[in-house]
């Protein structure tokens, strides 16, 4: 399993519940976030950063992405919202881009689910959701959207998931 960004190791820990899970790559740009977690999350981490399964790697997930040669049969991505354009908002939105979702692609095995972290505050960002969702079927074959509530951010997140193949995902 790939996760980009997830440097809370929160995601990391509830693929590790599953024995089946050989092998995580978790690409996180910002060592201070695995800090940070490391020392208030710990009740709630338990030893997820010390499992052996769990490959930490510090660094930017687009050129992680753009570099990788190895397949993965789930890809998750917790990465930053998009962005107002500018400097920033190019370094964020390229995440979100034709090109990176294609390479993605590729990286995903042939039974592979891709879970894409599209954004907070469904209402807010409609439009941009239906927009990247357009992107993901110019992309995928199958692709389906859906909202969970995140009580700790107090409204409905939105998230893509995708694959190769129809019933991967439901």
Known sequence: VLILGGGDGLAARELLKNR????????????????????????????TFEDKRLNLIIGDAYKFVMEANETYDGIITDLTSW?????????????Y????????????????????????????????LEEFKKKFKKVFPYVVGYAVLVPSYCEAWAFLAASKLKNQIK
Not at 23 to 46: A, C, H, P
Not at 103 to 108: A, C, E, G, I, V
Request: glycine share 10%; no cysteine; hydrophobic share 40%.
């Open 20 to 47: 089946r899970i050989k092998k995580i790559d978790l690409i996180e740009l910002d060592e201070k976030v695995v800090e940070v977690s490391k020392k208030f999350f710990r009740d709630i981490l338990g030893r």
């Open 83 to 95: 962005k107002p354009e500018g400097e920033r908002g190019r370094q964020v939105n390229r995440l």
């Open 97 to 128: 881009s034709l090109k990176f979702l294609k390479r993605l692609k590729s990286l995903l095995s042939t039974k592979g689910v891709l879970v894409y972290q599209a954004g907070g505050g469904l209402l807010a960002m409609r439009k941009k």
